[in-house]
C-alpha cells in the first residue's frame, strides 16, 4: 500500500503530465494536407478550444474527483474518468437540446416557393430507348454522419496514460509491463512478444503529385525471423535506394510512340517530396509503378518479396469517393463503381501475391462490397479495417467489431480512450480470433508512450509510419530498446503468430531442410541483416518453425 504522501505525489505528476502532454492523444492535432486556408483556420481554433476544455478538466473537476485513489489502481482511475465523461455529453447533450427548444419558439418567417422546374423533354416519335436507359446503376448509400467529438474529451485519454505513467515510475517498472499487468489482471506474464512493425516507404494517395489516387500508404512488413531492428534496418536500406531513384533522373531513353503533340514522348520524371507520414510523395501514374520499384530494389539488393517481406496497402478508400459521381477515383479521371473495386483488388493480388493486406479498401458504408472482398480474398490477405471501423468506445458499447467485415482493426489511442478502453477492445478483437494492429495518429508528437501501450496489449503489428520525421524515428528506436530489454531479460516471446500462420496457409515462405531460407546476401549494405547463430536468432528460427508445423499437421 502507498502511504497518503506517495498518493499525493503520483496525483501531482500525474496532473503535471496530462496537461502538458494533452496535445498528444488529441483528435484534433491531426495534418491535413492541401487543406483550404479557411478551413484549416476553423480547425485550428476548434483545436485550441478542444485543449482549452481539456486542460481545464484536469486541473479542476478531473484531479479533484481521482484525489485519494493510488495512481496504481488504474481500474479504478478509468471508471471515474468514464462516469465524468458520461456526466460531460449528457450535459453537452441538455445544452444542445435546450439550445434548438429556443430556436424552434421562433416563428420563421415563410420563404417563397422556388418556381417549378420545366418538364422533361418529350421524346421524338418512333425515337428507341438507348443503351442508358435500360441500365440504372445502383445508387451509393449516402457517407455516415461523422461521430461527434466532444470538446476537451482528449483530457480523458491524456490523463488515464499520465496515470499509468505514474503508476509505472513508483513501481520502477517500464509502462509496457504495467499495461500487461493491466491485462493479465496483474498477473505478471512470463513472456511479451513484439508487435511486427508496418514501415510506410511510398505514399500516392490522394495528395500525391501524380495521378495514383489508390494506394496512400504502400507499406513493408519485414519477415518475422527478424528482429524488429534488423527489419527496420533492411527496410532503411530500401529507403535509402527509393531516394537515390528520385535524385537520379532517368536515362534518355529511345521512343518511337509520339506524344499528343506529334513529338516523341520522354519518360516520365519521378518526382517526390517528404510527406507527412514519414515517407516519401511520389508521382506515379499506375498502381503497378510503385510495387515494381520496391520489387526492382529488392532484386538489386538480394531480397525477395513474399519471402524477406511483404507489403500492405492503405487504399484510404473513402478519401477517393468521388459523390457527385458516385464512384471511387482510384487514379486521376479514373472512376470505378463499388463492384469495379472488388476486381480490381483481385487482379492486383493476383499479380502481386506479396500483397498481403489491405487497409480500408472501401469506405465503411459499402458493407456489401466488404462482405464481397473477404470472400473473393479473405483466405489470401488480410482484409483491415482502419478509418472505415468504429471508435473504440462504439465498439465496445456495441460489442461488435465484425461490421465491416475484415480480418483486424487499426485501434488509436486518442480523445476519451481509456488504458482499460484498450485492454478491452484488444481482448475483444482476440476473442473474435482478429488481428490488432496499434497505429499512430498523423500529425502526434514524440512521445513514444504508445509503442509501449502496443506491446503491453499484445498486438500482432504497430503502424508507425515512414522512417523519416522525429516523432516516427523516436517511436521505432522505442521499439528496438524494448526488444533489447526483453531478450536481456529472457521475456521475449514469439511474435506475429497469425502471420506465421497466414505464411504457412499461402505456402508463400519457403523453408529448406535446415529451417526458414535466410536473406540472401547479394545486394550491397545487406551484410548486416543476416539472421546470426546466437541463441536469440535460433530461438526465432525454431519458433517460427514449431508454428508452421503445428499448423501444417494438425
Known sequence: MQSSGEKCTGWTGASNTASGNILHHSKFYQVHENTLPELAEAEELERKEAVSAAVQWVNEAITEQLQGIAPSNQAQVDQVLRIFFENKVQEDKEKKELEKSMEDSIVPIPSPLPPAPPPPPAKKKGQKPGRNDNIVEKPIIPAEPVEPVLSGSMAIGAVSLAVAKTSAI?????????????????????????????????????????????????????????????????????????????????PPKAD???????????????????????????????????????????ATLGLELGTNLHLAINCAAHELMDYSKGKYEVMMGTYKNAAEMVDLYVDLINK????IALIDPFRKEDSEQWDTIWNALGSRCYIIAGTASKSISKLLEDGNISTPKSSGLIINHTNHTTMSDLVQITDLIESKK???????????????????????LGVQFIKLGGLSRGERVTKYNRLFTIEEELVQNGALGMSAFLLCCHLAMNKRTKMG???????????RGIQSLKISADKTRMAFATMYIVVLMDYLFT
Open 434 to 456: 482478429h488481428i490488432a494492429i496499434f497505429g499512430s495518429t498523423e500529425g502526434e508528437s514524440s512521445d513514444d508512450s504508445l509503442v509501449d501501450l502496443a506491446v503491453g
Open 352 to 355: 502481386y501475391p506479396s500483397i
Open 513 to 523: 531442410r535446415g529451417g526458414l531460407e535466410a536473406p540472401r546476401q547479394e545486394g
Open 256 to 298: 518511337t510512340k509520339k506524344g499528343h503533340n506529334g513529338g516523341k514522348r520522354s519518360q516520365q520524371q519521378i518526382t517526390g517530396k517528404p510527406s507527412h507520414l514519414g515517407c516519401l510523395t511520389i508521382n506515379y501514374e499506375t498502381a503497378e509503378q510503385p510495387l515494381l520499384l520496391i520489387q526492382g530494389i529488392c
Open 170 to 250: 513508483l513501481g520502477n517498472n517500464p509502462l509496457y509491463l504495467n499495461i500487461a499487468l493491466l491485462k493479465h489482471s496483474q498477473e505478471q506474464p512470463k513472456k511479451l512478444t513484439v508487435p511486427l512493425p508496418m514501415v510506410s516507404l511510398l505514399s500516392c494517395g490522394k495528395s500525391s503529385p501524380g495521378k495514383l489516387n489508390l494506394m496512400k500508404e504502400v507499406i513493408c512488413i519485414p519477415h518475422p525471423g527478424l528482429t524488429a531492428k534488423q527489419g527496420v534496418e533492411m527496410l532503411l536500406e530500401i529507403q535509402k535506394h527509393i531516394n537515390k531513384t528520385i535524385e537520379t533522373p532517368p
